[in-house]
């Protein structure tokens, strides 16, 4: 099966720092690949699918790129409400994965 | 404005059985893949099971295969998850998600309805 790792695990960042994240798949998985921001308490939601298509209704402050193994999502600017657990999945193929997520903070 | 909800957890003992129902509204609920995932306390996302628009096709993790069934009424607008032999290691959020056939990525969450087995 094809494993998703994330890094760093958790950063803590300054409000408007750009902040990346990475995912990265075992095997290439194409563009075939989502992000997801889970704030605490609450219910994960889509943010990025196809690796870079912005869902409707989330800020453009919020990007994604990537293809093959190597994936990052991107806040150029961070704000306070940012403050979340973000997971990458693929799914190209059966089974589907998440990454293990990655905890951001505001320092 | 489309709705996901989930309903049916709960404590159960370890052995036991459960079935969680997923009510969904303010869409075409026949056209879309229908999925359930799950997420144990203070952990990440683990996918659990998906069944086709139709019914015709499923799927289960391996950590559920043989226990658990996806299921789904198109003509009552719900899914389901028949949980059995539950163990420990099932307790978590379950969540309930739709996709597109093609792209199997989930743009709608249920609130999630908690499973707790334990003794």
């Known amino acids: 099966d094809i494993q998703m790792t994330q890094s760093p695990s958790s950063l803590s960042a300054s409000v408007g720092d750009r902040v990346t994240i990475t995912c990265r798949a075992s095997?290439?998985?194409?563009?075939?690949l989502a992000w997801y921001q889970q704030k605490p308490g609450k219910v994960p939601k889509l943010l990025i699918y196809a690796a870079s298509t912005l869902q409707s209704g989330v800020p453009s402050r919020f990007s994604g790129s990537g293809s093959g193994t190597d994936f990052t999502l991107t806040i150029s600017s961070l704000q306070p409400e940012d403050v979340a657990t973000y997971y990458c999945?693929?799914?190209?193929?059966?089974?589907?994965?998440f990454g293990q997520g990655t905890r951001l903070e505001i320092k | 404005e489309v709705q996901l909800v989930e309903s049916g957890g709960g404590l159960v003992q370890p052995g036991g059985s459960l079935r969680l129902s997923c009510s969904a509204s303010g869409f075409t609920f026949s056209s879309y893949a229908m999925h359930w995932v799950r997420q144990a306390p203070g952990k990440g996302l683990e996918y659990v099971s998906a069944i086709s628009s139709n019914g015709g096709s499923t799927y289960y993790a391996d950590s559920v295969k043989g226990r658990f069934t996806i299921s789904r009424d198109n003509s009552k607008n719900t899914l389901y998850l028949q949980m059995s032999s539950l163990r420990a290691e099932d307790t978590a959020v379950y969540y309930c998600t739709r996709s597109l056939r093609s792209a199997i990525y989930f743009d709608y969450w249920g609130q999630g309805t908690l499973v707790t087995v334990s003794s």
């Open positions: 095997q290439g998985i194409s563009n075939y």
């Open positions: 999945q693929k799914y190209n193929s059966a089974p589907i994965t």
